[in-house]
């Protein structure tokens, strides 16, 4: 007898659970069209196409921040960031290949760093 009632508990529980999943669908769909009507309302005083929000949702494009703001990934930016600094290295074997010494390091970088030989390739500092 106790195996029946679990069952009939187990069973009340799940129609419950099916029921409830169905109001969260609907509150959900309801808060989505509200979020929907808006965005196109706003679209269409902007002056927006359906193709124009496509193609932005397509590319993975931020909007761009307004002059004078500071986006959060250039807030964390150091001191020297977009400024040229003066290349540290400069490769033999073709002069006009150059590297500062920061980021990813180009292909003869990392062929000196192997020889052990990327002392070699450095530029003579100005006195």
Excluded: C
């Excluded at 979020?35 to 932005?56: F, Y």
């Excluded at 930016?77 to 033999?92: E, F, T």
């Amino acid at each position: 007898m106790a195996r029946t009632t679990v069952a009939s508990q187990l069973a009340a529980l799940r129609k419950q659970r099916e029921l409830i999943a169905k109001k969260e669908q609907a509150l959900l769909s309801k808060s989505h069209d509200k979020v929907l009507t808006k965005i196109v309302q706003m679209a269409k005083e902007a002056g927006l196409t359906a193709s124009d929000i496509s193609k932005a949702f397509g590319s993975g494009k931020a909007a761009k921040v307004a002059k004078g703001t500071k986006s959060p990934k250039s807030a964390s930016k150091g001191a020297l960031s977009g400024k040229k600094i003066a290349p540290k290295y400069r490769n033999p074997a073709n002069a006009e290949q150059t590297w500062t010494g920061r980021g990813v390091s180009p292909t003869w970088v990392q062929e000196l760093k192997t020889a052990g030989k990327l002392d070699s390739a450095l530029i003579a500092a100005p006195h």
